[in-house]
């Protein structure tokens, strides 16, 4: 082969690698924005409002069994996740409380959209009404019993604003996307507030509205309902009561004639349902949707919530 030939040769082969490595799903991949969400009810929010948009890429980073992620500790995985993202919607209102500096180690440029940014009206995360009592349960300083009530997702109310604040800081994040997302929340948040509009009416219409829940989940729900939450089993989500609260928890259940004590399906049941049976009252089981399957489809809230309806319907009665 003439020198001139291997010459010409030699600049393809150099020409056709580098087409290989700037082919064309590579250079797609590093435009596409890698939105990261905390939990499962953001994340199903954020699929919600990223409907239809080009160049973004949504996942979860803790399972989407877990729930809510009371007293969670960061993974490997959930580190290298955060590492190749390039935004991170959480919840907000303490709930990511296992985030925080490990976060900005990881990734210094991750931007951070807050689904509880800009949302008034938001209740303390109380510990439940057996507390006057007084007994032993943890100590305010664990975070969770003084704080804010960070289940704005169990209220359908509530959540329509969190699509409303996920889809601002979305829209600022990947401009491209802006008037998409805006569209979508504005869709979404009809739906879920049309799902408000009806709970709140089936609120309107239960015989008993006192009900016991198994963590503060429902709190915001109850509010929007008209619904009043007299006793709380687990004090600290997570946490059973001991043989002496338990006792306490029958009393107060008894004395404010509350209509059904509702377990939830991301902790064990039995002690909820042991405490219902000894006050003499209906347990059920209530879904907050902190947690999911995996593919859920991208009204599974609306499914949730409209099932819980008939639950609500059926335990408390209605007129
Ligand atoms: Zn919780």
Same mark, same amino acid.
């Given at each position: 082969?003439?020198?001139?030939?291997?010459?010409?040769? +030699?600049?393809?082969?150099?020409?056709?690698?580098?087409?290989?490595?700037?082919?064309?799903?590579?250079?797609?991949?590093?435009?596409?924005?890698?939105?990261?969400?905390?939990?499962?009810?953001?994340?199903?929010?954020?699929?919600?409002?990223?409907?239809?948009?080009?160049?973004?890429?949504?996942?979860? %980073?803790?399972?989407?069994?877990?729930?809510?992620?009371?007293?969670?500790?960061?993974?490997?995985?959930?580190?290298?996740? +955060?590492?190749?993202?390039?935004?991170?919607?959480?919840?907000?209102?303490?709930?990511?409380e296992f985030l925080g500096a490990p976060v900005q180690k990881a990734n210094p440029r991750l931007k951070i959209v807050d689904s509880s940014q800009g949302i008034a009206r938001i209740l303390a995360y109380a510990a439940g009404e057996?507390?006057?009592?007084?007994?032993?349960?943890?100590?305010?300083?664990?975070?969770?019993?003084?704080?804010?009530?960070?289940?704005?997702?169990?209220?359908?109310?509530?959540?329509?604003?969190?699509?409303?604040?996920?889809?601002?800081?979305?829209? $600022?994040?990947?401009?491209?996307?802006?008037?998409?997302?805006?569209?979508?929340?504005?869709?979404?948040?009809?739906?879920?507030?049309?799902?408000?509009?009806?709970?709140?009416?089936?609120?309107?219409? +239960?015989?008993?509205?006192?009900?016991?829940?198994?963590?503060?989940?429902?709190? @915001?729900?109850?509010?929007?309902?008209?619904?009043?939450?007299?006793?709380? *089993?687990?004090?600290?989500?997570?946490?059973?009561?001991?043989?002496?609260? %338990?006792?306490?928890?029958?009393?107060?259940?008894?004395?404010?004639?509350?209509?059904?004590?509702?377990?939830?399906?991301? @902790?064990?049941?039995? *002690?909820?349902?042991?405490?219902?049976? $000894?006050?003499?009252?209906?347990?059920?089981?209530?879904?907050?949707?902190?947690?999911?399957?995996?593919?859920?489809?991208?009204?599974?809230?609306?499914?949730? %919530?409209?099932?819980?309806?008939?639950?609500?319907?059926?335990?408390?009665?209605?007129?």
């Amino acid at each position: 082969m003439p020198p001139t030939n291997r010459k010409f040769f +030699l600049l393809m082969a150099v020409c056709c690698l580098l087409l290989t490595l700037h082919r064309p799903s590579a250079w797609a991949a590093e435009q596409t924005v890698r939105i990261l969400a905390t939990t499962f009810p953001v994340y199903q929010i954020a699929r919600n409002i990223g409907q239809g948009v080009e160049g973004i890429d949504i996942d979860l %980073m803790i399972p989407a069994a877990m729930g809510c992620p009371h007293d969670y500790a960061l993974t490997p995985q959930d580190m290298r996740k +955060l590492a190749a993202a390039d935004v991170l919607v959480v919840n907000g209102l303490g709930l990511e409380e296992f985030l925080g500096a490990p976060v900005q180690k990881a990734n210094p440029r991750l931007k951070i959209v807050d689904s509880s940014q800009g949302i008034a009206r938001i209740l303390a995360y109380a510990a439940g009404e057996h507390d006057e009592d007084g007994h032993g349960h943890k100590s305010a300083g664990d975070g969770h019993d003084h704080g804010p009530n960070p289940h704005l997702f169990a209220s359908p109310r509530m959540a329509a604003l969190q699509a409303a604040a996920i889809a601002r800081g979305l829209a $600022e994040a990947h401009p491209a996307g802006a008037a998409r997302y805006a569209a979508n929340a504005q869709a979404y948040g009809q739906r879920l507030n049309r799902l408000a509009d009806d709970m709140a009416a089936l609120g309107g219409r +239960l015989a008993n509205k006192r009900i016991v829940t198994q963590h503060g989940v429902f709190d @915001y729900l109850a509010r929007d309902m008209g619904l009043e939450v007299v006793a709380v *089993v687990q004090d600290h989500a997570g946490q059973n009561p001991a043989a002496a609260e %338990m006792l306490a928890l029958v009393a107060a259940i008894r004395a404010k004639r509350a209509g059904a004590l509702f377990t939830e399906p991301q @902790y064990p049941e039995a *002690v909820g349902a042991a405490i219902a049976r $000894e006050a003499g009252i209906v347990a059920a089981r209530l879904d907050p949707v902190a947690n999911g399957p995996e593919q859920a489809p991208l009204d599974y809230y609306e499914q949730v %919530m409209r099932r819980n309806m008939t639950i609500l319907e059926q335990t408390l009665g209605s007129r």
